[in-house]
T-cell receptor, first 114, second 111 residues
Framework: GAGVSQTPSNKVTEKGKYVELRCDPISGHTALYWYRQSLGQGPEFLIY????????DSGLPNDRFFAVRPEGSVSTLKIQRTERGDSAVYLC????????????FGPGTRLTVT | EDQVTQSPEALRLQEGESSSLNCSYT??????LFWYRQDPGKGPEFLFT???AGEEKEKERLKATLTKKESFLHITAPKPEDSATYLC????????????FGKGTHLIIQP
């Protein structure tokens, strides 16, 4: 079946602009995660959704970052007033349910803030 | 705070030369330890989940083992297509579902 998909694959934006990154999880997966990966580092957890609600947003770096999952499927990560330090690959993962189960990752969106 | 340390940072082997990658971790209570493979420009690809000390899992040329403080990924007779970055991650028992990753081991298998 289809894996996790993310759009766009690449996004270049100017400092101060607003961006939205989209994630389509594997069909039927109730748990959805966002991570951020900088060059040479492992992924860093941002936020976890169980169904439509954000069950854990402790990894969001500040209030410029926000994510939604209104129908319990597709999720959008929103970044306001982008800064050059936000440049990274943003990864989405989904799992059948929350807990110690394998998370399947999408290909990521490479965000570059100029 | 959960911590995951992987070593070595990089490893270059000849085809057929077996070796092991190390993942040391500190968590309040381990719910699961995960191994992923990541190719350049792609998302991490799931390999294994280990839940308790003494557990082992195998897949082709890879075997993952777990103790109370560390995990090893053993690679037997590797091939050039095994070249990738191998990531280790933990999920703790404190209720957080997000994974804490190490920086990874960049493995190169030379023909």
């Amino acid at each position: 079946g289809a894996g996790v998909s993310q759009t766009p694959s690449n996004k270049v934006t100017e400092k101060g602009k607003y961006v939205e990154l989209r994630c389509d999880p594997i069909s039927g997966h109730t748990a959805l995660y966002w991570y951020r990966q900088s060059l040479g580092q492992g992924p860093e957890f941002l936020i976890y959704f169980q169904g439509t609600g954000a069950a854990d947003d402790s990894g969001l770096p500040n209030d410029r970052f926000f994510a939604v999952r209104p129908e319990g499927s597709v999720s959008t990560l929103k970044i306001q007033r982008t800064e050059r330090g936000d440049s990274a690959v943003y990864l989405c993962a989904s799992s059948e349910q929350g807990g110690p189960y394998e998370q399947y990752f999408g290909p990521g969106t490479r965000l570059t803030v100029t | 705070e959960d911590q995951v340390t992987q070593s070595p940072e990089a490893l270059r082997l000849q085809e057929g030369e077996s070796s092991s990658l190390n993942c040391s971790y500190t968590v309040s209570g381990l719910r699961g330890l995960f191994w992923y493979r990541q190719d350049p420009g792609k998302g991490p690809e799931f390999l294994f989940t280990l839940y308790s000390a003494g557990e082992e899992k195998e897949k082709e040329r890879l075997k993952a083992t777990l103790t109370k403080k560390e995990s090893f990924l053993h690679i037997t007779a590797p091939k050039p297509e095994d070249s990738a970055t191998y990531l280790c991650a933990v999920q703790d028992g404190g209720g957080a579902d997000g994974l804490t990753f190490g920086k990874g081991t960049h493995l190169i298998i030379q023909p």
